[in-house]
Each structure stands twice: as C-alpha cells, then as structure tokens.
T-cell receptor, first 114, second 116 residues
Framework: AQSVTQLGSHVSVSEGALVLLRCNYSSSVPPYLFWYVQYPNQGLQLLLKYTTGATLVKGINGFEAEFKKSETSFHLTKPSAHMSDAAEYFC????????????FGKGTKLSVIP | SAVISQKPSRDICQRGTSLTIQCQVDSQVTMMFWYRQQPGQSLTLIATANQGSEATYESGFVIDKFPISRPNLTFSTLTVSNLSPEDSSIYLCSGSGTSGGSYEQYFGPGTRLTVT
C-alpha cells in the first residue's frame, strides 16, 4: 500500500529565505505525486503534480518539486518565501491501479517570519 | 480542471440530528470523494461516491452513519446521521478524472460542522 511521510509538522522560515518541505513516499508502482496547499478556512488547492516526464515540476506561486526515484522523495521548494505562503502543505500519492484515490501525508504547517 | 462548490459552508447542529452536505462540480468528473478533516489534522477518506451505485466506504465508516448519494457525474451528497460532538469536523468533497484523464483531485471549500 502507498504511504506518504512529511518530515516536520511545522516549519518556520524568514521572509525571503528558502522554503523546503520534505516528502517521502512508498509505492509499489511508478507514482503520481502531488502537493496541495490549504489556507486557513479553505479547501485544498493543487500546487503541482508529477505524473511522467521531467522530474522537476513547476507549480503555482513560484513553487517547484523534484521527483527523485532513488530517494523516493518529492520535496517542495521555493527560493524566496513570502508572507502569503504561510499555510498548510500536503503531499499526496495516487494510490495506483487507476483508482484516482490519493493517500495524503499528515501535512506541514509553514510559518513565515517577517 | 474543475470548480467544486459545497453547501452549506458551515452549520451548527444539535446532537441526534442529521446534516446533509451538497457537492456540485462545474464539469463531469469520473470520481468523487468525501473526506473528513479534524482541526489541525490531515484528510481522512470517508468514501468514494459512485455514480448510480452504492458508495465504497473506507474502514471505520459505515453507510448507516454516512449515507452518500451520487445521482449523476456532477453532484453528490453526504449525510452525517445521528450527530454527536465527535462528528464536529470539516467535511470536504473532491472530484477527479476530468476530461483529459488526469489524476489530481479538485477540492471544494469544505463544510465546517459543529455539533452541540
């Protein structure tokens, strides 16, 4: 069965600093991977996804993530944090076999310090 | 992509009553899902809403407590029955499998339920 581990339930960065949110997955098949963001009192918004092809994927709001099969990782980065990036971030893996189900990590709350 | 709306956005209900949440998608989706998200927690899948047939429930969730309907490819409802304070949570619906066959899920804004 697929699983997702997000290291660090809470990450704090200074405004303008690098954002790095870690995600490791386990999957018995080539995975489809996703990052979602949830702002307070809102639903989840898709940031970016990896399905096939280029392993470095770019998303909205300046975020990107790199799929590293050898490390079973899909870490999310942004070169320069902005106050508006403060939110909860969820990594997810598609459960395989075309089920469309996603398995979510426990989430990482990002705080941005002015 | 798909835009998903939910009604109501929030409600306060008394113990023992039921709440029905509606989920509307602006385009046809293959799959629809219902999640529960407790404060500060990740998402827990309740069930997959199947069009024209009974929903598929995850372990720990039963049809009597969480009846689900999906009459067509753009609409679903979740009822939370016989409410108790433990049901206080955010309930999210999502849709997946829009035209183009992508696997990402699109989420509604959620329904915040408080049971008193």
């Amino acid at each position: 069965a697929q699983s997702v581990t997000q290291l660090g339930s809470h990450v704090s960065v200074s405004e303008g600093a690098l954002v790095l949110l870690r995600c490791n997955y386990s999957s018995s098949v080539p995975p489809y991977l996703f990052w979602y963001v949830q702002y307070p009192n809102q639903g989840l918004q898709l940031l970016l996804k990896y399905t096939t092809g280029a392993t470095l994927v770019k998303g909205i709001n300046g975020f990107e993530a790199e799929f590293k099969k050898s490390e079973t990782s899909f870490h999310l980065t942004k070169p320069s944090a902005h106050m508006s990036d403060a939110a909860e971030y969820f990594c997810a893996v598609e459960s395989g076999a075309g089920s469309y189900q996603l398995t979510f990590g426990k989430g990482t709350k990002l705080s941005v310090i002015p | 992509s798909a835009v998903i709306s939910q009604k109501p956005s929030r409600d306060i209900c008394q113990r023992g009553t039921s709440l029905t949440i509606q989920c509307q998608v602006d385009s046809q989706v293959t799959m629809m899902f219902w999640y529960r998200q407790q404060p500060g927690q990740s998402l827990t899948l309740i069930a997959t809403a199947n069009q024209g047939s009974e929903a598929t429930y995850e372990s720990g969730f039963v049809i009597d407590k969480f009846p689900i309907s999906r009459p067509n490819l753009t609409f679903s409802t979740l009822t939370v029955s016989n409410l108790s304070p433990e049901d206080s949570s955010i309930y999210l619906c999502s849709g997946s499998g829009t035209s183009g066959g992508s696997y990402e899920q699109y989420f509604g804004p959620g329904t915040r339920l408080t049971v008193t």
